[in-house]
């Protein structure tokens, strides 16, 4: 167990609609990243939070936003779903912005 | 910007065997470099890191990695490969904000 929680395990939705993905990161750590997994496209940087502010976003589509708590959780909103952003969606939480431990992902299925 | 690559899609080996899976870097300077491992259906589980220092790194589950300056090199190794490793493995490393994988090698356990 990494520490890190990630909700929901399963997500099953149509093309068209918005979803949230929800990760709280590892107690202590300031830094949340989110990746998105395909099998087309592999192990992919969507962006960072650091303390509540972004700082940085990698191929990360205009339709998804993310976002950082106070209390240091973080949410990525997915919308306009389309079928090719049915993939694993990962969070991960790092204290030192180098080592990064991983949640348990969410499975996202757009039909 | 640093890179990883893993030369092997798919490796399959006997149980009891040695395995040894590559990991190639792309960077002048002594980089950070991790291995994750992802069982099916799981997250990414941090196998072990290197930083500075011993070129042998020790890590979880009984892996063991070798950082190669003359061969930009970091492969990992396991002396005896239990069923519960087949998992896919990827090499990582930091790349300004984010983690950079490597397209991850797919061990297939042979009893």
């Known amino acids: 167990d990494s520490g890190v929680t990630q909700t929901p395990k399963h997500l099953i939705t149509a093309t068209g609609q918005r979803v949230t993905l929800r990760c709280s990161p590892r107690s202590g750590d300031l830094s949340v990243y989110w990746y998105q997994q395909s099998l087309d496209q592999g192990l992919q940087f969507l962006i960072h939070y650091y303390n509540g502010e972004e700082r940085a976003k990698g191929n990360i589509l205009e339709r998804f936003s993310a976002q950082q708590f106070p209390d240091l959780h973080s949410e990525l909103n997915l919308s306009s779903l389309e079928l090719g952003d049915s993939a694993l969606y990962f969070c991960a939480s790092s204290f030192t912005g180098d080592e990064q431990y991983f949640g348990p992902g969410t499975r996202l299925t757009v039909t | 910007a640093q890179s990883v690559t893993q030369p092997d899609i798919h490796i399959t080996v006997s149980e009891g065997a040695s395995l040894e899976l590559r990991c190639n870097y792309s960077y002048g300077a002594t980089p950070y470099l991790f291995w994750y491992v992802q069982s099916p259906g799981q997250g990414l589980q941090l196998l072990l890191k290197?930083?500075?220092?011993?070129?042998l790194v020790q890590g979880i589950k009984g892996f063991e990695a070798e950082f190669k300056r003359s061969q930009s090199s970091f492969n990992l190794r396991k002396p005896s490969v239990h069923w519960s490793d087949a998992a896919e493995y990827f090499c990582a490393v930091p790349n300004d904000y984010k983690l950079s994988f490597g397209a991850g090698t797919t061990v297939t356990v042979r009893a």
């Open positions: 290197y930083f500075s220092g011993d070129t």
